[in-house]
């Protein structure tokens, strides 16, 4: 949104096709265990053209990056650099690859000269390094944004993350002999001109014959700086066009004419709720800012599932530790909660434990009587859940033993063995496989239907049609609300990318989150 | 604005990562102040002699835990190492000194195969470096029974060198603390190493292998606890292995004192040598003040605890 002012891109088509290809992907893919990142990829970048890559969450960009980097290999196909394959991991290979990543890769506890020095010591003297990385890193700072306010001597950790982003795009730049640069994400925490002076420099390198792939999901940003857009969706290329002509309506046509698994919905629960009369409210958001988010609003009636859906990071999970946590006064919870984190080994299991244990730990407090457990209606309600979702093993079995879908399942089902009367969900199907997904799906629908509230987010668009209402996130804010018929991967694709123009809208207190004018989905802003 | 704030942020970012010693050190001058006043000979050349002459092995041993806190992990067996390292010293390096240098190498050597051990396996350094301590206290005590032996006269000659005009232990704390300086901080081994601590995914990234900045890391802490050991023998003339066991933990609150961090990332060798000589300036003062030596122990860990809540109050103020 940006940087709409740039000049249209020289050059005409013909001449940037007969240019040598730098990175040519063929063939290339990917699985990690079950899911599937990459499923045959063709790509070629060409020296001196500046490729869009775009696609939404879980289309496999990030993993294509980094087999284009020479990060990760890929499980067939072949990635070659200058028409020759390319092992994944070479440097010699790879070399003249370079790439900014979003999350940055600078050690924060070291000063911006010797992050230079970590990723670019081919390029410097043996002694006195430190003074030639300075100047290097000074020059092409002053290049490539000015009014940066980044001295070579400042630590990382103590810079603004714009300035962070700017150091690390500059970091990838550095270096003797530069044929493809992957920026991805660049502008995401840069400001409007530092954002166009980056895309300035970009055109200037294209022109200079470097190879540039920007991958953002800031579409007319795309649209304006490439030559050329890639549409990637479940790990394949299914459009590759050129920039010029297209407008963002195509581009968003091209990423999300995806159809909706159909819903499983059952009549009585979205009735009980649908319009939000005579539904107790059991949560409520109001105009909650501060922590990532920038007033948001939303309200839980009993029975409800809500989705929070939206690009990855876009203020999903505050909302869900707002809700798990409610300290500030913009929050309020009247019923107990129950938390399904999604990194289930990190966060999830009790890898000691067996299937029973992990299964009954927050229900325990809720079966005891005066802090003296009772194993007896303890062992009860583990056996109810083992059946129910059918966990294999048993209840004895080591939950390390079981395999992903089944620990999953008995993570949810630790929540929902719980009294909880709100139960958060923070993107807890990921990588599980579809035939534990379905169970699941219909086990949160029939928890619903008894009068338990759900709050879900979740990464994967397909999954929010099993929601009554779904809330789409950009930036901390609520950028849409869908409710009943108009949740569909299409919609949410197309409002979590839909760029406002005016992005400071003040927003009447409470307009997003009434249920009783919830029904309509309307796009904010 | 990005313009006018660029002069004055890094002045205070600077000051901020610096604040830590700047606490250390005043708590230093303000010992130093109490020790003058109550027995004003400390501050003559020998009376500093006499009072830093007990930081000196414990300022290079801080060193060697400060290196290691740079790529996050954290050494339980440094006090056994240089305990272990005077044993070899009372013993083999006085009798054969050929036999004893191999031997003090061969300790060098194990540390940088802790280090690959603990970085292949995966093994948390606290536990391996424990483990380890008891390993050198095994080796200690089959060496040496009883403490006893006799350091070589060179060393010994060290030990008691008085040279007019400058107390004796500034020299080797001061020499020390600046080879660690340019190594770790101006040099590029320890950018690695800092690297490591601080974000390990952006050093693979960047091509260079963890491995490598690791096992650099432990081999200079193997042979900074062999320099410790060795101006522990020079002063005490002989070897005991559980001479310096203190010091595993004395180690870790000077590097803190001196504004390092458990999380790795940094390296502040002039601040855990302030931190050190701070640490063992406490007990001095505590002998001057005539606490009773039963409480020493309480009042030294209190005086700490005061310079570490001093530490976090000025990193809030300048935040």
């Not at chain 1, 406002?500 to 802003?525: C, F, I, L, N």
């Not at chain 2, 240098?101 to 606290?126: C, E, F, K, M």
């Not at chain 2, 802490?221 to 292995?241: I, K």
């Amino acid at each position: 949104m940006h940087v709409d002012n740039l000049p249209a891109p020289p050059g005409t088509e013909r001449d940037r096709a007969a240019r040598p290809p730098v990175v040519t992907a063929r063939g290339v893919t990917k699985a990690y265990g079950r899911t599937r990142a990459l499923a045959g990829v063709d790509l070629q970048v060409r020296a001196g053209e500046v490729l869009g890559l775009v696609g939404h969450n879980g289309a496999g960009k990030s993993t294509l990056m980094r087999v284009l980097a020479g990060l990760e290999s890929c499980d067939a196909g072949a990635v070659l650099v200058h028409g020759e394959e390319a092992p994944a991991g070479s440097a010699a290979a790879f070399g003249t690859v370079r790439m900014a990543y979003q999350e940055t890769s600078l050690c924060p506890d070291l000063t911006v000269a010797e992050n230079m020095w970590i990723s670019s010591r081919h390029c410097l003297p043996r002694l006195g390094w430190r003074r030639a990385a300075s100047t290097s890193v000074r020059r092409r700072l002053d290049e490539v944004f000015p009014g940066h306010g980044v001295t070579p001597r400042d630590r990382v950790e103590d810079l603004s993350l714009a300035q962070r982003q700017m150091v690390e795009i500059v970091r990838a730049c550095l270096v003797d002999r530069l044929d493809l640069l992957i920026l991805d994400e660049p502008t995401e925490s840069l400001g409007p001109d530092a954002a166009r002076t980056l895309y300035a420099y970009v055109r200037r390198l294209a022109e200079a014959g470097t190879a540039v792939l920007l991958i953002s999901h800031r579409i007319r940003e795309v649209l304006s700086a490439a030559d050329r857009v890639v549409v990637l969706r479940d790990g394949a290329v299914t459009a590759d066009r050129a920039a010029a002509g297209m407008t963002e309506p195509d581009v968003l046509t091209l990423m999300g004419a995806h159809v909706a698994v159909p819903s499983e919905r059952t009549g009585t629960a979205h009735a009980a709720t649908g319009d939000g009369t005579g539904a107790r409210v059991v949560a409520e958001l109001r105009d909650a800012r501060g922590g990532g988010l920038h007033g948001v609003s939303l309200r839980i009636a009993a029975g409800e599932v809500v989705g929070l859906a939206g690009l990855a990071g876009q203020g999903q999970q505050e909302v869900l530790e707002r809700l798990w946590r409610p300290a500030r006064r913009d929050t309020e919870v009247s019923v107990t909660r129950a938390y399904v984190p999604g990194d289930r080994q990190r966060s999830g299991l009790l890898p000691l434990w067996n299937v029973g244990d992990n299964l009954v730990v927050t229900a325990m407090r809720g079966i005891a009587r005066r802090g003296l457990r009772r194993i007896a209606d303890e062992r009860d309600v583990v056996r109810h859940w083992v059946e129910r979702l059918a966990v294999k093993g048993g209840a004895d079995a080591g939950i390390t033993e079981l395999s992903g879908g089944n620990q999953q399942k008995v993570v949810v089902a630790r929540a929902f063995a719980s009294t909880a009367g709100l139960v958060l969900l923070d993107d807890p199907f990921r990588g599980v496989d579809v035939h534990t997904k379905t169970e699941l799906y219909r086990l949160i629908r029939e928890e619903a239907a008894k009068g338990r509230s759900i709050v879900w987010y979740s990464s994967e668009n397909a999954e929010m049609a099993h929601c009554d209402r779904v809330h789409v996130f950009r930036a901390g804010r609520t950028v849409a609300e869908l409710a009943g018929e108009e949740i569909s991967e299409e919609r949410i694709i197309a409002v979590s990318f839909a760029e406002s123009d005016e992005p400071d809208v003040p927003k009447e207190p409470g307009e997003s989150g009434a249920p009783d004018r919830a029904a309509h989905g309307r796009t904010h802003g | 604005m990005a313009e006018l704030l660029a002069p004055t942020l890094p002045g205070r970012a600077r000051m901020r990562h610096s604040a830590p010693a700047a606490v250390s050190a005043l708590a230093l001058i303000a010992m130093i102040g109490v020790c003058s006043t109550l027995q004003p000979g400390v501050l003559s050349v020998q009376g500093l002699t006499l009072v830093l002459s007990a930081t000196v092995p414990l300022v290079i041993a801080a060193q060697a835990q400060m290196t290691l806190m740079a790529v996050g992990d954290i050494d339980l067996g440094i006090g056994a190492f240089v305990g272990l390292v005077t044993v070899v010293t009372a013993t083999k390096l006085s009798s054969s000194p050929l036999v004893g240098g191999l031997v003090l190498l061969g300790l060098v050597a194990a540390y940088a195969l802790l280090g690959l051990l603990i970085h292949l396996r995966r093994v948390p350094s606290l536990i391996a470096t424990l483990g380890a301590s008891f390993v050198w206290l095994g080796l200690g005590l089959f060496l040496l029974p009883t403490p006893g032996g006799s350091t070589p006269e060179w060393l010994a000659a060290f030990g008691a060198w008085q040279p007019a005009g400058f107390p004796a232990p500034l020299l080797p704390i001061l020499l020390v603390t600046a080879l660690v300086h340019l190594l770790a901080s101006r040099g590029s081994a320890g950018v690695r190493m800092r690297a490591l601590g601080s974000n390990p995914v952006a050093l693979g990234r960047a091509g260079l292998r963890p491995l490598t900045s690791r096992v650099i890391a432990y081999a200079t802490a193997g042979g900074l606890g062999v320099v410790s050991g060795l101006a522990l023998a020079s002063q005490t003339g002989g070897g005991d292995v559980s001479s310096a066991s203190s010091y595993t933990l004395m180690t870790v609150a000077a590097v803190i004192l001196g504004g390092g961090s458990f999380s790795g990332g940094v390296a502040v060798p002039w601040g855990a040598a302030v931190g050190g000589v701070t640490l063992g300036l406490v007990s001095v003062v505590l002998s001057l003040l005539d606490v009773r030596s039963d409480l020493q122990s309480a009042v030294q860990g209190g005086i700490v605890l005061a310079v570490l809540a001093g530490r976090v109050l000025v990193g809030k103020v300048l935040r």
